[in-house]
């Protein structure tokens, strides 16, 4: 099962910061926090990763919580094409400290309005 | 670069026929996965190869599911005898480092249809 919650859907107005949360309560000191979109008929698309502290790249920031048991994705500026499905994902480490799956859950459908 | 390339991005097929599905991974990526996603589902997760070898199998969800990889490189999945269950986009992904610091990185997926 996926160790995040997240909210089902949520609005945005083109040209504004859209503000994605996460819940991941249960996560672990060694377990990344890795951010997915999915656009329709596409394969997932890498956004972000973080363990304990904020990230920035070229698409978006990623804001971990102090305690880790939360996080937020910052989309700067949205735009009509970043509607999409965005999944927050606690990466597992399955294999004694080698590479853990990425297991998905639901998502949050953003819809960015003009 | 080139991504994450698969083949044929679509496939239909009848029930009970055998089919194959290829991944291309981005060069020099030692680890990839294979998920499923049905229509209107979360991605479902079916096997992860590190090299050539097969360290998690867990998700696949019958004997009539397998998948190789050779060379470290392409892999195909293999489906028998498919029912019409087995209609969904299957996607694969690859990744650089045997850390979980190393996004995985997805192709388009191909939309298998069984009739």
């Known amino acids: 099962d996926a160790k995040t919650t997240q909210p089902t859907s949520m609005d945005c107005a083109e040209g504004r910061a859209a503000n994605l949360p996460c819940n991941h309560s249960?996560?672990?000191?060694?377990?990344?926090v890795y951010w997915y979109r999915q656009i329709h008929s596409q394969g997932p698309q890498y956004i972000i990763h973080g363990l304990k502290n904020n990230e920035t790249n070229e698409m978006a920031s990623l804001i971990i919580t102090e305690d880790r048991k939360s996080s937020t994705l910052i989309l700067p500026h949205a735009t009509l094409r970043d509607t999409a499905v965005y999944y927050c994902i606690v990466r597992v480490s399955n294999y004694g400290g080698s590479q853990g799956n990425l297991i998905f859950g639901k998502g949050t459908k953003l819809s960015v309005k003009p | 670069g080139a991504g994450v390339s698969q083949s044929p991005s679509n496939k239909v097929t009848e029930k009970g026929k055998d089919v194959e599905l290829r991944c291309d991974p981005i060069s020099g990526h030692t680890a990839l996965y294979w998920y499923r996603q049905s229509l209107g589902q979360g991605l479902e997760f079916l096997i992860y190869?590190?090299?050539?070898?097969?360290?998690?199998k867990s998700g696949l969800p019958s004997d009539r599911f397998s998948a190789e990889r050779t060379g470290g490189s392409v892999s195909t999945l293999t489906i028998q005898r498919t029912q019409q269950e087995d209609s969904a986009v299957y996607l694969c992904?690859?990744?650089?480092?045997?850390?979980?610091?190393?996004?995985?990185?997805f192709g388009n997926g191909t939309r298998l249809t069984v009739t």
């Open positions: 249960t996560i672990s000191g060694n377990e990344y």
């Open positions: 992904a690859s990744s650089l480092a045997r850390t979980d610091n190393s996004p995985l990185h």
């Open positions: 190869f590190q090299g050539n070898s097969a360290p998690d």
